[in-house]
C-alpha cells in the first residue's frame, strides 16, 4: 500500500470521517511542506501514504475500503528550526487532533522527544517514535443526541456533583466488578441511584479526554489519575472503556450520557482546553508540536524556542490561532450534539482569553462562544484563574458564563475555622455574590458554590488535618498547597477522642448546611457525602489507589452524614427562598410592615449595623428569606412553596443565645435543623418569636417561619 496515491478527498471536515465506503483524512498545518499519513495492519505494520492535496493549509486525501477500526496517526515533514518555534520532524509518529478514539499508551521507554540533547537549541532525534505512541482510531459517525431528550434543569435548581468516573465508581459494590472503575459503571442503575437518592441533577465528570500521563509522573511509577493532561480533544479516554478501545469507547461514552439523561440527570465536562500533554519544549512530540508548534502554542515573542506558560503546565495553547480556535469550537460542538453533553466547565479559563499577554473578556476566544448557536446554549463554568499575572478573574467574566466562585470557598472556610473578620464578606456569597456578578446583567446562579473539589483537602479531611500528607505522590511533600484554611482542633487525622470526633462532625455538617443553604448553585465533590478521606493527602492527582476512590463502606457515622446531606438538598429543592433567579434587594416591602425579602440579624434579635459587618469579633449571623416575597412559580405556572426561613451561622466556639425575630418578621419558628444534635433534623421544636433558642458553639440552626 506504501506506493497507492488516495484520492483527493476533501479538506473537510477535519480528522477522518468514514462515509460507509471509506475515509477522508484532513489534517491541518499551515507550516508543513509535506504529510505523510501512516496506516497500521492489526499486527503493526505501518504504511505511509502521502497526502498531496493540501487546501488552507489542510492536507487530505480519500482511501476507499478504509473504516472504522482502523488505526492511523501521521508524519509531518517541514523545518527543524527550535530558534524560530519549528520542530517539525517526520521521525515522530503523531496523534490526528480530531481523532475520535486512541488505542495503545505512550511508553516513555521510546525516542519521544523531537530535539536530542538541549531542548532549545540541540539537533533533530531521528530515532522512529511509531511503537511508542497511541494510535488514531477511525470511528463510524454518531446521530445528532435529540434535544427533547436532555434534562434542561434551570440554573438554579442546578445541584452539580463533580466525580471521577473512575474513582466514583471502582468500588462500588452494587456495580459489577468488570464495569467499575468505566462509564458503563457510571450508567450502572447503582451509581445512578446514589445520585439520584442524593439530589444531584448535574453530574460534572473529571476530565474524559483522552489523556496521558507526564514523563516525570511516569518515572517515579505514578500515573495521572486526573487526567488534566489531555492528547486528544475529541476522544473519550479509553482508560474508562470497558468494551475495548478500538472506538468501542465512544458508544459506551454516549451510552452512559444517555442513562444519565433518562434519569434525570444532566452531564458537564471538566476540559482542559488551555495546554496539551506535550509539556515543555524537553517535553515529547506526540502531536500538536510536531504538526505545527508555531501554530498551536504561544512562544516567547523574543526567544520562540521557549514556550510562554501561564498554566504551570509547561505549554499554553494559543487560542488566539484560527486553526486552534477552530479545533477548539469543533470539539466543544461535538460533545454537545453527537456525544450528548450538556455543558463543560473550562479548566484554568482565563489561560484561553489572553490576548498579547492580559487577560481579555473580548478575546477571539469569547467572542466566538458566544455567537455560536450551539456552545452559547449549553451551561458555561469558568475556573476564572491561571497561574499568571493578572490571572485571577473571579467576578470578571461575561454574561452566559457561570464561575467556580474562589472567593466563596476561602471565606466559609476562614469563617468556620474562627478566622476574624470575615462576617461581610460571608454575607455577600451567602446571598449570592451580588458584588460580584450583579453589575453585568448575571444572575445569582453566575456563582458556582463550593467548599472542596477535587484540587485540594476532602471535606473530611479538612477538620481533621493541618498540614498537607502528599508524600505517596514522590514529590517529598513539596506539592500542593500547605495552608489548610480550616480548623483541625488541635489533632491531626484521625483520633479517638470523643470530643474531637464530635465537633469534626458538626463542622462537616456546618460546610454542608452553608454550601446548600446559600445562593447560588452548589457543587459537591464527589464522596463528601460519604465522609472520604484522603488521609490528608490534598493533590492526589497521581493516585489512582484506594487513597483516591471512593470508600462505599458505611458504618453507622457515614451512614449519618449520607442521610443528613440527602436530607439538607431535599431542604433546598422544597424552598425557593434558598434557589434565587434574582438577587435580593433588602429593601422592605409588604403591607405596612418592614418585612424584607432578605435581612440579617444580630444573636439580640436587632438587624446587623455596618459596623457589626465590619468587627473582626463578629461571629454569628442571622440570615433571614422571606419566601412569600419570592413569588417563585414551577414550570406549568404553578406557585410553589413560599416559606420564609431563618439560619443562624454560629462560628464562635462558646454557646450563645439568639433571640428570634418577632411579628411582623414572624410569630412562631420551627426548628428544622440543628447541627449539634446527633440527629441533626430531629428537633421538632416550635419557638414563639421574640423568644430565645440556644446555639451551641459551632453550629448551624436552620428555623421556618411562621406568621
Request: hydrophobic share 35%; net charge negative; with cysteine.
Amino acid at each position: 500500500m506504501s506506493a497507492d496515491r488516495p484520492w483527493p478527498g476533501r479538506p473537510f471536515p477535519l480528522g477522518s470521517t468514514w462515509d460507509g465506503q471509506g475515509t477522508n483524512f484532513a489534517l491541518w498545518s499551515a507550516g508543513a511542506t509535506s504529510v505523510e499519513l501512516c496506516l497500521f495492519d492489526p499486527d503493526g505494520t505501518e504504511h505511509r501514504i502521502p497526502l498531496e492535496e493540501h487546501t488552507y493549509h489542510v492536507w487530505h486525501g480519500y482511501l476507499p475500503d478504509v473504516g472504522p477500526g482502523r488505526r492511523y496517526g501521521y508524519r509531518v515533514h517541514g523545518p527543524w528550526d527550535p530558534a524560530r518555534g519549528l520542530r517539525f520532524n517526520p521521525a515522530k509518529l503523531l496523534a490526528d487532533p480530531y481523532a475520535r478514539a486512541f488505542a495503545g499508551e505512550v511508553d516513555y521507554s521510546g525516542p519521544l522527544t523531537g530535539h536530542s540533547g538541549d531542548p532549545y537549541w540541540g539537533p533533530r532525534d531521528d530515532r522512529d517514535s511509531g511503537p511508542a505512541v497511541p494510535r488514531s482510531v477511525v470511528v463510524a459517525p454518531s446521530e445528532a443526541v435529540a434535544e427533547d431528550e436532555r434534562p434542561h434543569v434551570p440554573w438554579e435548581d442546578a445541584v452539580i456533583y463533580e466525580l471521577h468516573v473512575g474513582g466514583f465508581t471502582r468500588q462500588h459494590p452494587g456495580i459489577p466488578a468488570e464495569l467499575r472503575g468505566t462509564y458503563a459503571g457510571l450508567a450502572h442503575p447503582a451509581a445512578i441511584d446514589h445520585l439520584k437518592s442524593l439530589g444531584v441533577t448535574t453530574v460534572e465528570l473529571m476530565p474524559v479526554h483522552h489523556h496521558v500521563t507526564e514523563p516525570s509522573v511516569a518515572a517515579r511509577g505514578l500515573g495521572n489519575y486526573w487526567g488534566y493532561n489531555t492528547l486528544g480533544y475529541f476522544a473519550p479516554d479509553a482508560r474508562f472503556s470497558s468494551s475495548g478501545d478500538g472506538g468501542e469507547q465512544v458508544a459506551e461514552f454516549r451510552s452512559m450520557v444517555q442513562a444519565l439523561h433518562e434519569a434525570g440527570m444532566e452531564v458537564i465536562l471538566d476540559v482542559v482546553y488551555n495546554h496539551t500533554a506535550e509539556g515543555g519544549a524537553d517535553g515529547p512530540t506526540l502531536s500538536f508540536r510536531g504538526i505545527d508548534n508555531r501554530a498551536y502554542y504561544r512562544l516567547e515573542p523574543t526567544e520562540p524556542a521557549r514556550y510562554k506558560d501561564y498554566t504551570g503546565c509547561g505549554n499554553t495553547l494559543d487560542a488566539r490561532q484560527f486553526g486552534v480556535l477552530q479545533m477548539l469550537m469543533d470539539s466543544l460542538r461535538y460533545w454537545v450534539v453527537e456525544m450528548g453533553v450538556d455543558g463543560f466547565r473550562f479548566d484554568l479559563a482565563s489561560a484561553l482569553m489572553r490576548s498579547f499577554h492580559d487577560v481579555d473578556q473580548l478575546s477571539a476566544f469569547m467572542a466566538v462562544v458566544h455567537q455560536d448557536p450551539i456552545v452559547s446554549r449549553v451551561k458555561l463554568i469558568a475556573e476564572p484563574w491561571d497561574v499568571g499575572d493578572g490571572g485571577y478573574q473571579v467576578g470578571e467574566f461575561p454574561p452566559l458564563w457561570t464561575e467556580w466562585n474562589g472567593r466563596y470557598r476561602d471565606v466559609v472556610r476562614d469563617f468556620w475555622r474562627g478566622a476574624s473578620g470575615t462576617a461581610g464578606e460571608l454575607g455577600f456569597r451567602l446571598s449570592g455574590s451580588a458584588d460580584l456578578y450583579a453589575d453585568d446583567g448575571r444572575r445569582p446562579y453566575a456563582s458556582i458554590n463550593f467548599v472542596t473539589s477535587h484540587d485540594g483537602f476532602t471535606l473530611a479531611d479538612l477538620v481533621a488535618y493541618e498540614r498537607k500528607h502528599n508524600l505517596a505522590n514522590g514529590e517529598q511533600n513539596r506539592d500542593g498547597d500547605d495552608h489548610n484554611r480550616s480548623a483541625n482542633h488541635g489533632v491531626e487525622g484521625p483520633t479517638g477522642d470523643p470530643e474531637i470526633r464530635a465537633v469534626r462532625r458538626r463542622q462537616v455538617r456546618n460546610h454542608l448546611a452553608t454550601l446548600l443553604l446559600s445562593t447560588g448553585v452548589p457543587m459537591l465533590s464527589h464522596g463528601d457525602e460519604l465522609g472520604r478521606t484522603q488521609g490528608g493527602n490534598n493533590n492526589a492527582y497521581a493516585q489512582d489507589t484506594p487513597l483516591a476512590w471512593v470508600d462505599w463502606r458505611l458504618d453507622a457515622e457515614r451512614a449519618a452524614l449520607l442521610d443528613y446531606t440527602r436530607r439538607l438538598l431535599a431542604l433546598r429543592a422544597g424552598a425557593p427562598a434558598f434557589r434565587q433567579r434574582s438577587f435580593f434587594t433588602g429593601a422592605p416591602t409588604g403591607a405596612g410592615h418592614e418585612v424584607s425579602d432578605m435581612a440579617w440579624f444580630r444573636p439580640d434579635g436587632r438587624r446587623m449595623t455596618p459596623a457589626e459587618w465590619n468587627d473582626p469579633d463578629t461571629r454569628t449571623l442571622g440570615m433571614y428569606l422571606d419566601g412569600a416575597q419570592i413569588r417563585q412559580r414551577g414550570p406549568r405556572g404553578e406557585r410553589v412553596a413560599d416559606d420564609s426561613y431563618l439560619v443562624w451561622f454560629h462560628a464562635g466556639t462558646a454557646d450563645t443565645d439568639a433571640q428570634l425575630p418577632g411579628a411582623p418578621v414572624a410569630t412562631e419558628y420551627e426548628v428544622v435543623l440543628d447541627t449539634a444534635l446527633p440527629d441533626p433534623f430531629a428537633a421538632d421544636a416550635r419557638v414563639p418569636g421574640g423568644a430565645t433558642r440556644r446555639l451551641t458553639g459551632r453550629s448551624v440552626v436552620v428555623l421556618r417561619a411562621r406568621r
